[in-house]
């Protein structure tokens, strides 16, 4: 090694450099450096930097609270050689003699000019070139060995099954995606190891136990895994088609102790649950033999839905009724959008044209259906507009964002944000605006969730909607949805965000302006009913609905 004195500080730096080759880039680099005596009132160098190719250099001085013995690092040198440098104390360097040769070991990846070897070319006293070449080779003999243990010792002891090769695309799916990367306050990697290890991966079913089992200690319920079949129906269900009975649920509302449950808000024309009399209204008592009074309605959705052809067993309460119902699951059609035209003449001066937008689901038709509804209602005079996201639990997140756009001229959407903060902001600029002026109120309630939750949230925060109803969900995460190698999938939270005014909903809601009339209908038919008949308990006149 050649010795050159530096300029980068005064009294001046040393750069020591060796350089390292080894065929693994994640192995620890080893750098052979010669012992300087260090004493801070007589040093000749104030300062070290070590480094070589490939890992992060380190800056190393002469510790002034001690009389000798110790360099410690200082700082990064990332701007003078361009390199990732991480912080750490380099120990054990108390003087025994000029001559004492120490063993270095770093660990990282060098950028930009990393590559580059500065060699030394001076030095407090000279290198003695007539160190032996043999005792070199030993050294670099115990150096090679070190670094072939160090890799060997990544490598399990175990050869991986298939079994465990589909738990580990599990995790890393987990390990790249999941917004929360203190994972829960675990060792991620750790947990993987033990899982390996300690969890039985014999058969396939043994391995999705060990999956789902990963996933609880997220403690996320929205972070969760699908089997083949149950992935199968969620990506048709955002598709527009869905294998299943043909209901839309949600939450009832409680009067005079009935039973709690599940609540039908729509069955589809035609559908399994239709052609069988279940109809709006009706509550859902029990899926397959297990109660949905503390079920709630994503675990329903997954119950109901399945493999063409199977059957599902509901405890149905029609009035005072209750019967069992057994449904053979088709493939439904979804038309996520429901219109009506009220007209409410309080006067032969005084009429109103109100358009009734019920949207159910953010499907892949959703923002068509909607921009469909919105130019048809306007092609028919309608002068204000409803916009009911009653017991809309969701779908898909882009779907709500157009759909805000159609209501906002301009003005933030929403705030996507991870475990560092704010990261992507969806915004509109007026070209998709479609109504951006009529009078607009929202109908939402604790069946609201998700993308509704992100659509209500703007158009309140923007002050372009009055929000009738009660407090939505409270879901306030994003998840996204991986297809692994068998056909089963994660649904994996990725993000969280934030309405316009930087309020986390997050097992809160967005907080409606006024709550709706107790016996407010949920279909379109009862809605139009109760602006009519000023005389009903649900009526609510136009000039006090849509006021703020």
Not at 511 to 537: N, Q, R, V, W
Request: aromatic fraction near 8%.
């Amino acid at each position: 090694m050649d010795v050159a004195a530096s300029s980068f500080a005064s009294p001046p730096l040393l750069l020591v450099s060796a350089s390292s080759r080894t065929t693994d880039t994640q192995t620890s680099r080893f750098l052979l450096a010669r012992r300087l005596p260090c004493n801070p009132q007589k040093s000749q160098f104030s300062s070290i930097i070590i480094g070589h190719v490939g890992p992060p250099l380190r800056c190393l001085a002469c510790n002034s609270t001690r009389r000798t013995g110790l360099y410690e690092v200082v700082k990064s040198v990332d701007d003078a050689l361009g390199c990732s440098s991480s912080f750490q104390i380099l120990r054990g360097l108390k003087s025994i003699s000029s001559k004492y040769i120490a063993l270095f070991i770093s660990f990282g990846s060098c950028l930009g000019r990393g590559n580059r070897i500065h060699r030394i070319t001076s030095w407090q006293e000279k290198f003695k070139h007539k160190i032996s070449i043999i005792s070199i080779h030993m050294v670099v003999g115990m150096m090679l060995v070190l670094a072939v243990s160090v890799s060997i010792n990544k490598t399990p002891s175990w050869a991986l099954t298939e079994e465990n090769l589909l738990f580990l695309e599990a995790w890393r799916t987990v390990d790249r995606a999941y917004f929360d990367k203190t994972f829960n306050g675990q060792s991620w990697f750790r947990f993987r190891e033990t899982a390996l290890r300690n969890e039985p991966m014999n058969t396939r079913e043994e391995t999705y136990a060990a999956i789902r089992k990963m996933l609880s200690t997220l403690d996320d319920p929205f972070t969760r895994f699908l089997e083949p079949e149950k992935f199968k129906s969620l990506r048709s269900g955002t598709q527009g088609a869905l294998t299943g009975v043909g209901l839309s649920i949600g939450y009832p509302t409680v009067l005079n102790g009935s039973p709690t449950g599940l609540a039908v808000m729509a069955s589809t024309p035609g559908g399994p649950a239709n052609k069988a009399g279940i109809s709006p209204g009706d509550i859902i008592l029990a899926i397959n033999d297990i109660s949905t009074e503390d079920m709630d309605i994503y675990d329903a959705a997954e119950r109901l839905q399945g493999t063409e052809g199977s059957s599902v067993d509901l405890v149905i309460r029609s009035g005072s009724d209750i019967r069992h119902v057994l449904l053979k699951r088709e493939k439904v059609t979804l038309n996520p959008v429901k219109t009506r035209l009220c007209e409410i003449t309080r006067s032969e001066t005084d009429s109103s044209r109100i358009g009734y937008i019920k949207l159910t689901s953010f499907n892949q038709n959703a923002s068509g259906a909607v921009k469909d509804a919105i130019e048809t209602l306007r092609n028919n005079n309608v002068k204000a507009f409803v916009l009911d996201l009653r017991n809309n639990s969701g779908g898909l997140f882009p779907e709500g964002i157009e759909i805000a756009k159609f209501w906002l001229d301009k003005g933030v959407i929403v705030y996507i944000c991870d475990s560092r903060g704010v990261r992507d902001i969806y915004e509109a600029d007026g070209i998709n605006s479609i109504a951006p002026s009529e009078p607009l109120v929202v109908l939402v309630n604790r069946g609201t969730a998700s993308a509704s939750e992100i659509l209500a949230g703007a158009l309140k925060d923007n002050k372009r909607a009055v929000l009738y109803g009660e407090p939505t969900y409270g879901k306030g995460k994003i998840q996204s949805v991986f297809e692994l190698s068998d056909g089963s999938g994660l649904a994996v939270t990725v993000a969280r965000y934030e309405t316009p005014a930087h309020t986390d909903i997050n097992k809160v809601g967005i907080i409606p302006d006024h709550p709706l009339p107790t016996s407010f209908p949920m279909d379109e038919d009862g809605f139009c009913s109760c602006l009519k008949d000023p005389a009903s308990p649900c009526n609510l006149s136009t000039a006090q609905l849509f006021s703020r």
